[in-house]
């Protein structure tokens, strides 16, 4: 079973930045995965999709990130970034990376934990 592992979480202040890191256990490659996404769950909440790529240019964020998150992937090391600058409190949450697909239903890691102090 492919899963996926994230990192970079931690703390940081209102307004700072923060870059978490994606890539994949066993042999699994995200560069054959065509679109990947990034979700974050906060307590008490639905998971929610914060950022999505493509393997081509196709980029698409919810409006409560957009122009503060930029998503990244680079085949070649096998990793996909998600940079989080002018952090707010309500970006609290755990964030997952996954493959975009039924496919991958069973492929959640176990996330990163973004705290924003106020």
């Known amino acids: 079973q492919v899963h996926f592992v994230e990192s970079g979480g931690g703390l940081v202040e209102t307004g700072g930045s923060l870059t978490l890191s994606c890539t994949t256990s066993?042999?699994?490659?995200?560069?054959?995965?065509?679109?990947m996404v990034w979700f974050r769950q906060a307590p008490g909440t639905q998971r929610e999709r914060v950022a999505l790529?493509?393997?081509?240019?196709?980029?698409r964020y919810p409006d409560s990130v957009k122009g503060r998150f930029t998503v990244s992937r680079d085949n070649d090391k096998n990793m996909m970034y998600l940079q989080m600058n002018n952090r707010k409190p309500e970006d609290t949450a755990l964030y997952y990376c996954?493959?975009?697909?039924?496919?991958?239903?069973?492929?959640w890691g176990q996330g990163t934990q973004v705290t924003v102090s106020s």
């Open positions: 996954n493959g975009m697909g039924e496919e991958y239903d069973d492929s």
């Open positions: 066993g042999n699994f490659v995200i560069g054959g995965t065509f679109a």
């Open positions: 790529i493509t393997n081509a240019v196709l980029i």
